[in-house]
C-alpha cells in the first residue's frame, strides 16, 4: 500500500524557517517524480516544487524561487522542503505528492498519491 | 499562463442526482486533464486523468470527457459519500495548476 506521511510542520515567524518531511514507503521511491502541493485555509490547490527521481531538476512555482528549497534522500524514501523567509502567505497545509510514471518534461502530470498534509501557520 | 475556470463554484444536490461540473480553459490543452475529489480535512484523490481515464479503484459512476478547452466531471448517481469539493488540474502547461474547486453540497 502507497503511504506518504509528511511531518515538520508547525508555528514559525514570519522571516523564519521550517524543513517538511514526507515519509514514503509501499512503492519503490527512487523511480517516481515528487511534488509538494498547498492548499491555504479555505482555498484551492496550488503546486509548489517537484524534483525528477534522481534528483537532477527541481522546478518551483514562481512564489517560492529562492526562498525554498526541495531535496530527496532515496535511501531513506523521504522527500523534503526546506522553506526560508517565510511569509504570511505560506500558511497553508502542505501535501506531500507522488506523480505517476510520466515522460512529460519537469515530470508534469496528475497526482496519484497524496499525503494527509501537514499544517504550516506563519504568524507573529 | 492558462486560466481555469471550474463552474459551478457550489452545487446544491440530492442523492441519485446527476451532476455535471465544468472546466474551461483559456486555451487548449489538449486532454491533459485531471480531476479530484476532496473531502474536509482530506488530502485530495484522483478520481480521473487524461480527461476520461478513470483512476483504478474509483466508482463508475464517476465520469469524465472533453477535450481542448471545455471538460467535465460527471456523477450519474450522486452518493452520500460523494458530498465533497471537486478540482480540475491541467499539466499541459508548467507548472501544473488547479481549478477554484466546486463544492457539491447536500439539497
Known amino acids: 500500500e502507497v503511504q506518504l506521511v509528511e511531518s515538520g510542520g508547525g508555528l514559525v515567524q514570519p522571516g523564519g524557517s521550517l524543513r517538511l518531511s514526507c515519509a514514503a514507503s509501499g512503492f519503490t521511491f527512487s523511480s517516481y517524480w515528487m511534488s509538494w502541493v498547498r492548499q491555504a485555509p479555505g482555498k484551492g490547490l496550488e503546486w509548489v516544487a517537484n524534483?525528477?527521481?534522481?534528483?537532477?531538476?527541481?522546478y518551483y512555482v514562481d512564489s517560492v524561487k529562492g526562498r525554498f528549497t526541495i531535496s530527496r534522500d532515496n535511501a531513506k524514501n523521504s522527500l523534503y522542503l526546506q522553506m526560508n523567509s517565510l511569509r504570511a502567505e505560506d500558511t497553508a497545509v502542505y501535501y506531500c505528492?507522488?506523480?505517476?510514471?510520466?515522460?512529460?518534461?519537469?515530470?508534469?502530470?496528475?497526482?496519484?498519491?497524496w499525503g494527509q498534509g501537514t499544517l504550516v501557520t506563519v504568524s507573529s | 499562463v492558462i486560466w481555469m475556470t471550474q463552474s459551478p463554484s457550489l452545487l446544491s444536490a440530492s442523492t441519485g442526482d446527476r451532476v455535471i461540473i465544468s472546466c474551461r480553459m483559456s486555451?487548449?490543452?489538449?486532454?491533459?486533464l485531471a480531476w479530484y475529489q476532496q473531502k474536509p480535512g482530506k488530502a485530495p484523490e484522483l478520481l480521473i486523468y487524461?480527461?476520461?481515464t478513470l483512476q483504478s479503484g474509483v466508482p463508475s459512476r464517476f465520469s469524465g470527457s472533453g477535450s481542448g478547452t471545455d471538460f467535465t466531471l460527471t456523477i450519474s448517481c450522486l452518493q452520500s459519500e460523494d458530498f465533497a469539493t471537486y478540482y480540475c488540474q491541467q499539466y499541459y502547461s508548467f507548472p501544473p495548476t488547479f481549478g477554484q474547486g466546486t463544492k457539491v453540497e447536500i439539497k
Open positions: 505528492a507522488r506523480a505517476p510514471p510520466t515522460i512529460a518534461a519537469a515530470g508534469n502530470t496528475q497526482f496519484d498519491y
Open positions: 487524461a480527461a476520461s
Open positions: 524534483i525528477k527521481q534522481d534528483g537532477s531538476e527541481k
Open positions: 486555451q487548449g490543452i489538449s486532454s491533459y
